[in-house]
Structures are given as structure tokens and as C-alpha cells.
């Protein structure tokens, strides 16, 4: 596609459930990183993918996040037994070029309610 | 560790108006700094970025910021806003290029006719 494709869009859920959200990057970038915008608060790093390097996962805040790459394309951020506080828009983001010609596309991110 | 601080989460300007839109940084090192716009239903776009080499950087639409490492500050600039412009702007810091950038809370600009 032409840019960063993020699925769905909203997503209403009940406290303790699973929920998986989805992120195409642009064709042939390399670099995939997803990002969490709270209510009031600023764009929180979650997870960096890397090309077959593995990902840098700092940023997850805790284990109830993991986020998968597969074939070097899409990826899935994983939130198990879903809290209220992880209420937030999920942003995805792909780059190809590292350095100083790096450019970060974003998605349009997934409104995630935890009622 | 890195942090951006970003003054005032909405401002108001009139049309033809000057827009200046705050922004103050952390760094333990030489940072890299962002400026990302986001209209309405769309996602994050770069608007300008400060890697090295010349301090004012220029970018779409008519922005400029400057990097003033003594204040340590990247402010956005437009001498003259339109409505097109009214979005919301993020300000944000890598210590690792565009690796964990780290952003402001945002800002959302308001332009009236």
C-alpha cells in the first residue's frame, strides 16, 4: 500500500481479554516500531523491529505486551488480560533508511477502549 | 535520559497570524530533534528535523525551527498561519537518530478566520 496500514481502527474490549493489533508497514522498510499515545500524555516507545536483528523491547511496559514480526512485514502487538489503563492509541511506524536520510512513516493508529 | 517539555497544549492564532509553538529538550548528548504534525484522522507526519550542521531547519508548509543549544530549545516557527495549518504538533528527541524518539505531550495549534 502507500503508506502504514493499521487494523482496525477502533477496538472496544472487557477488562481481561486478549486483543491483537495490526500493523502493515510501506513495502521494503526495514524498521517497524510501535508507540503508545495515552490520553493527555505524549507518544510512549513500546518496540523497535529491526530488519532479522532482534527487536528492542525497552519499551514494553510490562509482560502482558509482546509484539511479533513476521517475514520482515507485518506485525502484531499482542496486550494480554487487557487492563483500563492500557486505554491509548496504538501508533505504528516503518522506516527504510537509516541514518541521517531516516524518514518515520506513521499509521493511523488503533483507538483501543478497555471498558 | 532524554525528555521534551512542550508549553501549552493548545494556542490560539488568527489567520496571517505569527505561529510560534514551544519546545525544550533533555539530552545527555548531541541530540537529534523532531517536529511531526497530525491533522485530523491522519497519521504523524515529519514536518522537520535537526541532526547536525546548520541550526535553522527549514520544512514543509512554510515551518522553520531553530536548534539553540545554549537554551536548549527547538521552537517552530511560521510567520504566517492559514487554517490548512490548525493540526496537532509534536515535538520530539533521539539520543539514537530516529530510534526511540521520545515526544512532548503535543500541541494542538487553533487558527480563526
Known amino acids: 500500500g502507500a503508506g502504514v496500514s493499521q487494523s482496525p481502527s477502533n477496538k472496544v474490549t472487557e477488562k481481561g481479554k486478549d486483543v491483537e493489533l495490526r500493523c502493515d508497514p510501506i513495502?521494503?522498510?526495514?524498521?517497524l516500531y510501535w508507540y503508545r499515545q495515552s490520553l493527555g500524555q505524549g507518544l510512549e516507545f513500546l518496540i523497535y523491529f529491526q530488519g532479522n536483528s532482534a527487536p528492542d523491547k525497552s519499551g514494553l511496559p510490562s509482560d502482558r505486551f509482546s509484539a511479533e514480526r513476521t517475514g520482515g512485514s507485518v506485525s502484531t502487538l499482542t496486550i494480554q488480560r487487557t487492563q483500563q489503563e492500557d486505554s491509548a492509541v496504538y501508533l505504528c511506524?516503518?522506516?527504510?533508511?537509516?541514518?541521517?536520510?531516516?524518514?518515520?512513516?506513521f499509521g493511523s493508529g488503533t483507538q483501543l477502549s478497555v471498558l | 535520559a532524554q525528555s521534551v517539555t512542550q508549553l501549552g497544549s493548545h494556542v490560539s492564532v488568527s489567520e496571517g497570524a505569527l505561529v510560534l509553538l514551544r519546545c525544550n529538550y533533555s539530552?545527555?548528548?548531541?541530540?537529534?530533534l523532531f517536529w511531526y504534525v497530525q491533522y485530523p484522522n491522519q497519521g504523524l507526519q515529519l514536518l522537520l528535523k535537526y541532526t547536525t550542521g546548520a541550526t535553522l531547519v527549514k520544512g514543509i508548509n512554510g515551518f522553520e525551527a531553530e536548534f539553540k543549544k545554549s537554551e536548549t530549545s527547538f521552537h517552530l516557527t511560521k510567520p504566517s498561519a492559514h487554517m490548512s495549518d490548525a493540526a496537532e504538533y509534536f515535538c520530539a528527541v533521539s539520543e539514537y537518530g530516529f530510534q526511540k524518539l521520545v515526544f512532548g505531550t503535543g500541541t494542538r495549534l487553533l487558527v480563526s478566520p
Open positions: 511506524a516503518s522506516s527504510f533508511v537509516q541514518g541521517e536520510n531516516e524518514k518515520l512513516f
Open positions: 513495502s521494503g522498510h526495514t524498521a
Open positions: 539530552s545527555s548528548v548531541p541530540p537529534y
